[in-house]
T-cell receptor
């Protein structure tokens, strides 16, 4: 079983839709939870990170963490064609003095105009 | 632009050959990470260096090696290449020994796409 599970999609939605992206994890030692966005032929870039259970909002994006269920989500409101990308969840824990980061496989999202 | 520079962007080579990928981290970042990304495996952590010293190893094959130089740039050497080594290789950097100062924020380059024929 992988430490971080993420549905690779692809996920196709119409412009303006609310998008829900999810990851589950098995290691309760994970401390930080992140979402990276990766456009085609580009490197991943950090979208949001959270430390504790609960919600964190940034513009159209909301990150949600439920540590009791080992489940994290990213919601995108009023999705735009420019949101079309692969979204990777990532989780980190302190291991031997450094932060070990584990990525999900990524969900490919397409927003159709 | 993340500030992380990777060269070459594309590389095509034959099985059995050896290649070197180069990474220059963001100015001021001491940690460099190497990741391999293939379609079916996602981002796989290979190795991390902090200020010239190896800090952590992931799923890095024995045929692969890396180093970080005094000027903090890093090189990933891939030898005895096999077809299955074809992938995108990303370098990422962060400020300190703890990724992103403890949060996990990594700054990625645009990757080197390796094709082994």
């Amino acid at each position: 079983q992988k430490e971080v599970e993420q549905d690779p999609g692809p996920l196709s939605v119409p412009e303006g839709a609310i998008v829900s992206l999810n990851c589950t994890y098995s290691n309760s030692a994970f401390q930080y939870f992140m979402w990276y966005r990766q456009y085609s032929r580009k490197g991943p870039e950090l979208l949001m990170y959270t430390y504790s259970s609960g919600n964190k909002e940034d513009g159209r994006f909301t990150a949600q963490v439920d540590k009791s269920s080992k489940y994290i989500s990213l919601f995108i409101r009023d999705s735009q064609p420019s949101d079309s990308a692969t979204y990777l969840c990532a989780m980190s824990l302190n291991s031997g003095g450094y932060q070990k980061v584990t990525f999900g496989i990524g969900t490919k999202l397409q927003v159709i105009p | 632009d993340s500030g992380v520079t990777q060269t070459p962007k594309h590389l095509i080579t034959a099985t059995g050959q050896r290649v070197t990928l180069r990474c220059s981290p963001r100015s001021g970042d001491l940690s460099v990470y190497w990741y391999q990304q293939s379609l079916d495996q996602g981002l796989q952590f290979l190795i991390q260096y902090y200020n010239g010293e190896e800090r952590a190893k992931g799923n890095i094959l024995e045929r692969f090696s890396a180093q970080q130089f005094p000027d903090l740039h890093s090189e990933l050497n891939l030898s005895s290449l096999e077809l299955g080594d074809s992938a995108l290789y990303f370098c990422a950097s962060s400020v300190g020994g703890l990724t992103g100062g403890g949060t996990g924020e990594l700054f990625f380059g645009e990757g080197s796409r390796l094709t082994v024929l």
